[in-house]
């Protein structure tokens, strides 16, 4: 059976203070890994998807890298505004496209 | 930029009542999908949708369920009679479902009260 399993659970940060979010998985072949933020009761707001291990992709204060059997969203020099729920999803390769949904890491950024 | 809209944002209904949630996927997507999300709890796939007819569903999914695409735009999931367990947010997504991954977009959901 597929497995996504994001670590910390709950993360606080100060302002400024770097930090990274991790999500591990286990499926018998990744076709792609997704990164969401998701805002109290708004819907997953899509930011990354990531392929092959090695891979990074970036965008404003996040960069998300892919290893074989995990993936880390990097936050540099976080704001308040950055405070959200961050969602990680696998897609595995076989016959579905749907993906697999971690708890997510709940991220506040003090200021 | 293009974006899923769903109405209404919250419903209230009783229990054993029947229920329409509405969604407008991005133009030019042709794969659609329903997932739910319990309070603090993850986000849980229903249904996929492709060329009118459900091509995947969970166990979650059962004969309470319906789905439709009643015109061009529109993507409806329809629950028969509600449970208090129903009680959860309503994400309606789309995709265009690219040969190599399929980046689904959401929507901004339907907070479903059931009393």
């Known amino acids: 059976e597929d497995q996504v399993t994001q670590s910390p659970e709950a993360l606080r940060l100060q302002e400024g203070e770097s930090s990274s979010l991790n999500c591990s998985y286990t499926?018998?072949?990744?076709?792609?890994l997704f990164w969401y933020r998701q805002d109290p009761g708004k819907g997953p707001e899509f930011l990354f998807t990531?392929?092959?291990a090695g891979e990074e992709k970036e965008k404003e204060r996040l960069k998300a890298t892919l290893t074989k059997k995990e993936s880390f969203l990097h936050i540099t020099a976080p704001k308040p505004e950055d405070s959200a729920t961050y969602l990680c999803?696998?897609?595995?390769?076989?016959?579905?496209?749907?993906?697999?949904f971690g708890r997510g890491t709940s991220l506040i950024v003090h200021p | 930029e293009p974006e899923v809209t769903q109405t209404p944002s919250h419903q209230v209904t009783q229990m054993g009542q029947e229920v329409i949630l509405r969604c407008v996927p991005i133009?030019?997507?042709?794969?659609f999908y329903w997932y739910r999300q319990i309070l603090g709890q993850k986000v849980e796939f229903l249904v996929s949708?492709?060329?009118?007819?459900?091509?995947?569903k969970s166990e979650i999914f059962d004969d309470q369920f319906s789905v439709e695409r009643p015109d061009g735009s529109n993507f409806t999931l329809k629950i028969r009679s509600t449970k208090l367990e129903d009680s959860a947010m309503y994400f309606c997504?789309?995709?265009?479902?690219?040969?190599?991954?399929?980046?689904?977009?959401f929507g901004p959901g339907t907070r479903l009260t059931v009393l």
């Open positions: 997504a789309s995709s265009e479902r690219l040969p190599e991954t399929d980046t689904q977009y």
């Open positions: 499926v018998s072949g990744l076709r792609g």
């Open positions: 990531l392929y092959s």
């Open positions: 999803a696998v897609q595995a390769r076989g016959g579905s496209y749907i993906p697999t």
């Open positions: 133009s030019n997507h042709l794969y």
């Open positions: 949708f492709y060329n009118n007819e459900i091509s995947e």
